[in-house]
């Protein structure tokens, strides 16, 4: 058991001292901006302000699909947003997330620039602005609906709860460690049972569900998070690694996990978005040296 297994709380919290782990110095109980900076504009409709953590990756695929379909309208700029250094305190991205949470969106194309926060809200805002990635068949779209949020709900446990007791502590405590694995463990033995009778998670079209599931299960049994894979055992879920396989060999996939990504091989890091060619190696190991 843990070298905490006596602890009592408190009648009353009170937060006193950074709790460990890899965001200590930036984790606080409260909400607000902690520095005045506004946020950078490009030319494009949509500015996105991002990192390349599961979250940010879905919206990244989602503008990258959207553009392969030839949705001009899409084009977008990927502004780096440093979390691990505060990057979403500052004054300009408070502003459009009063959560501080990376991703955040800004339409510019309407009369009035619309703000869109919460990695799920982003994928539907989208989805409806183009029409695409989302069934008109009311019952396709409810299910792909249900798996989407499915996602929203779910996924604190294999982030928040697993990644963070597994990985981030700084002690390794058997009893969250134990209590996460077993919930993610659940969740990718739900996911391996419907794809086993469905090529997608809506059935056999691909939707703003798996866009949004992909980055967090995809990336799990592909070995992209937290290196738990073989703690895990997730070799065991066949169903669900065949439908990463085949979301991941998209091209748009390819390079939507590129962009704002600042972990994993350099060839695959794209630390900023302005431009289509930003993705060519010579553009790429430009953007990557600054």
Not at 113 to 138: C, H, N, Q
Not at 200 to 217: H, K, M, N, Q, R
Request: glycine residues 8%; proline residues 5%.
């Amino acid at each position: 058991m843990s070298n905490d297994s006596k602890y009592q709380p408190p009648k009353v919290w009170v937060w006193e001292k950074p709790n460990g782990g890899e965001f200590a110095s930036i984790n606080r109980p409260t909400a607000g901006s902690r520095v005045e900076q506004e946020l950078p504009l490009g030319r494009h409709p949509l500015q996105l302000y991002s990192m390349g953590t599961p979250n940010g990756i879905k919206v990244t695929i989602m503008l990258e699909e959207l553009l392969a379909l030839g949705h001009s309208g899409a084009e977008y700029d990927a502004w780096l947003i440093k979390i691990s250094e505060g990057a979403q305190f500052s004054s300009g991205f408070v502003e459009l997330n009063p959560n501080s949470k990376i991703p955040v969106l800004l339409d510019t194309s309407e009369s009035k620039p619309i703000r869109v926060f919460e990695s799920g809200a982003i994928l539907l805002y989208l989805a409806e602005k183009f029409s695409a990635f989302i069934p008109k068949d009311r019952a396709t779209r409810t299910e792909a609906l249900n798996w989407l949020f499915w996602q929203m709900g779910s996924a604190p446990y294999l982030g928040g709860g697993f990644g963070h007791f597994y990985a981030y502590a700084p002690m390794k405590i058997e009893y969250a460690i134990d209590r996460f694995s077993m919930e993610v463990k659940r969740q990718l033995d739900v996911l391996d049972k419907h794809l086993a009778d469905n090529e997608y998670l809506s059935g056999s079209e691909y939707t703003v569900a798996d866009i949004a599931v992909f980055p967090w299960y995809g990336g799990l049994v592909k070995g992209w998070l937290y290196g738990a894979g073989e703690f895990l055992s997730v070799h065991e879920y066949t169903n669900v690694l065949r439908w990463a396989d085949a979301i991941h060999a998209r091209p748009a996939v390819k390079r939507g996990r590129m962009v704002n990504q600042m972990r994993g091989e350099l060839s695959e890091q794209l630390h900023e978005r302005h431009e289509a060619s930003d993705f060519d190696t010579q553009t790429a190991d430009k953007l990557l040296s600054r």
